[in-house]
T-cell receptor
Framework: GEDVEQSLFLSVREGDSSVINCTYT??????LYWYKQEPGAGLQLLTY?????DMKQDQRLTVLLNKKDKHLSLRIADTQTGDSAIYFC??????????????FGSGTRLQVQP | GAVVSQHPSWVICKSGTSVKIECRSL??????MFWYRQFPKQSLMLMAT?????????EQGVEKDKFLINHASLTLSTLTVTSAHPEDSSFYIC????????????FGPGTRLTVL
């Protein structure tokens, strides 16, 4: 089965880099995603990475994928107070029914201190 | 990016009543929409997958007679919580798949349901 795990909480100072980690158990994931959720709001897609990639950079965001260890990370450079939110990693698994729904990690609450 | 709306954004109802939540894709057609449930400080749990013109596929443990899903058009899916009870109080989020190259799902802003 699939299981996605994240640490629950991360606190950093404004201007520092934040690294949010995620581990997953099913190696057949095709796409892996990072979503951001602000209080009382829906989810915003931040970035994604295809399973045949090792790294993807998008402005302040860097995603690293280690397929051997089934480890995904999101690095936010120059973290700002507006980055304070909950970050979810998610994967899409192929399924016989073709459902292609997302399986989410538990979420990491990022707190940015001024 | 594509926009998904939900209505209402929050609702308070009495125990035993039914509540309908709408999910709309505003600027694209969504053959598949997903309904998630999120309890406070927890992750999103998939409830069901809604395909236009066919019956929804429910996840294990989700009562299909309690959570009625209708996907009547390519831009609208509805979730009806029937005979709501306080334990149904939760944050319900829908998403719609655009069918793009990387299967991106666009999420609605969520509906907070409180059952008294």
């Amino acid at each position: 089965g699939e299981d996605v795990e994240q640490s629950l909480f991360l606190s950093v100072r404004e201007g520092d880099s934040s690294v949010i980690n995620c581990t997953y158990t099913d190696s057949s994931s095709t796409y892996l995603y990072w979503y951001k959720q602000e209080p009382g709001a829906g989810l915003q897609l931040l970035t994604y990475i295809f399973s045949n990639m090792d790294m993807k950079q998008d402005q302040r965001l860097t995603v690293l994928l280690n397929k051997k260890d089934k480890h995904l990370s999101l690095r936010i450079a120059d973290t700002q107070t507006g980055d304070s939110a909950i970050y979810f990693c998610a994967e899409i698994l192929p399924s016989p029914a073709g459902r292609r729904a997302l399986t989410f990690g538990s979420g990491t609450r990022l707190q940015v201190q001024p | 990016g594509a926009v998904v709306s939900q209505h209402p954004s929050w609702v308070i109802c009495k125990s035993g009543t039914s509540v309908k939540i709408e999910c709309r894709s505003l600027d694209f057609q969504a053959t598949t929409m997903f309904w998630y449930r999120q309890f406070p400080k927890q992750s999103l749990m998939l409830m069901a997958t809604s395909n236009e013109g066919s019956k929804a596929t429910y996840e294990q443990g989700v009562e299909k007679d309690k959570f009625l899903i209708n996907h009547a058009s390519l831009t609208l899916s509805t979730l009806t919580v029937t005979s709501a009870h306080p334990e149904d109080s939760s944050f319900y989020i829908c998403s719609a798949r655009s069918g793009g190259a990387y299967n991106e799902q666009f999420f609605g802003p969520g509906t907070r349901l409180t059952v008294l």
